[in-house]
Structure formats: C-alpha cells, structure tokens
C-alpha cells in the first residue's frame, strides 16, 4: 500500500466542498445546454432562454462565495485550499463567460446566428459535461485515469474552439462591411472562446489535484 493509500483511509469523507463542486458543474452544464438552445431558436423565444442563463450564473457566483466561506471555516479540506479555490472560481469564469455571450447576443441585437457560433457552444456544452464527469472521478479519487482522459478531452475541445474561432473572425473581416455587424460577431465570439479557456483552466486543476493523488 502506498503513503497516498494509507492516508485516505484515514481522510474523512468530504461532506462540504464536493457538494457545492457537483451543484455548481451541474448548474454550469444547465446554462451550457440553455445557451446553445438559445442560439438554436427563433428570436422571438431568446428572451426567455437569457433570463434563465442569468439564474444560473448568478447561482454559480453564490456557490462560489459559499466554496470560499467553507474554506476559512473548515481545517480539514478533501484536498489542497489552494485547488479548491482555483477550481471553483475556474467554474465561476466558465459561467461569466458563457452568460457574458447571452448578454452580448442580446445587448447587440445579435438577430442572425452564425454556425460558428453554434458551433462553440456545441463544444463548450462537451467541455462542461465532462468537468461534471471529472469532478465526479476526482471524489474519493476513484478513477484518476479517466480524469487524465477528461482533461485531455478538454484540451483537445479547447483547440477546436481556438480553430473555429480563428476561421470565423478571418471570414467576418472578409465577409462583412458592416462595421457594426463585426463588432457584435467578434464579441460574442470571444465571450464563447474565453469560456472555452476556463474551461480548460478546470481540466488544469483537475489535473493536478489527480497528478496529487496516484
């Protein structure tokens, strides 16, 4: 048996931070899923669809005060302070973004929705679900190489963003003449490639709370 081995055994098991971790990437796909139905639906219905988004990224940002409220009230932590405060507030950017893109859908008056921007929100729709998949491994630290597999995944969706990004802005400023029109587009754009970055700003920290552990 390793030392790693020997001293889980003795580790009580977590009844704070990995709850508000499971609520909070669950509550991150949920907004992930609103926002790529919303750039899938008729104009007329995305009002609704914003509202909730903001719901949620709201809740988010209240798990997250809570993460960091339990960490000055809790000597015993399921794993470094330092990780979970950087994977709480990774999530929490995820969330910042992926609402900052409804806000400038429909600040902007976005009425017409490219592919590629139903495309990134396709690809960070996966990333989320899979920080659900890789937190739920890291509890109790039962499959770690499946979270080495998670984060790898992660990485790979994150070039995809970066591709689909790149290829986008190029035709924007190819295509477009509306001064106002490439503004908007590259605003959401970017809101939806940021959130793909914090998306693999988790896997890091997933990663390395794994790499910790085996």
């Known amino acids: 048996m390793s030392v790693n081995s020997f001293f889980k055994l003795f580790t009580p098991r977590d009844k704070t931070f990995f709850p508000l971790f499971e609520e909070s990437s669950k509550s991150l796909v949920e907004l992930a899923e609103l ?18 988004i903001a719901n949620l990224e709201s809740k988010i940002e209240f798990l ?40 400038r859908i429909k600040i902007y008056q976005v009425e017409k929705i490219t592919k590629s921007i139903r495309k990134i929100t396709a690809v960070n729709l996966e990333a989320c679900q899979l920080i659900v998949e890789g937190i739920d491994n890291i509890k109790d630290f039962k499959d770690l190489n499946r979270v080495f597999e998670i984060c790898e995944r992660i990485n790979k969706l994150e070039n995809k963003s970066d591709r689909i990004f ?49």
Not at 35 to 52: G, I, S, T
């Open 35 to 52: 926002l790529h139905e919303c750039v899938n639906a008729p104009l007329e219905e995305r009002e609704d669809y914003f509202a909730q």
């Open 166 to 214: 790149d290829k986008a802005v190029q035709e924007i400023f190819e295509n477009e003449t509306d001064a106002k029109n490439i503004i908007k587009y590259k605003e959401v754009l970017s809101s939806l490639e940021s959130a793909t970055d914090k998306c693999k700003s988790v896997a890091n920290v997933l990663e390395a709370v794994a790499v910790k552990h085996s």
């Open 64 to 103: 997250t005060q809570k993460t960091n409220l339990e960490l000055g009230r809790n000597f015993i932590t399921p794993f470094d302070r330092e990780d979970i405060y950087s994977l709480i507030k990774a999530i929490d950017y995820v969330a910042d973004n992926l609402n900052g893109a409804a806000n």
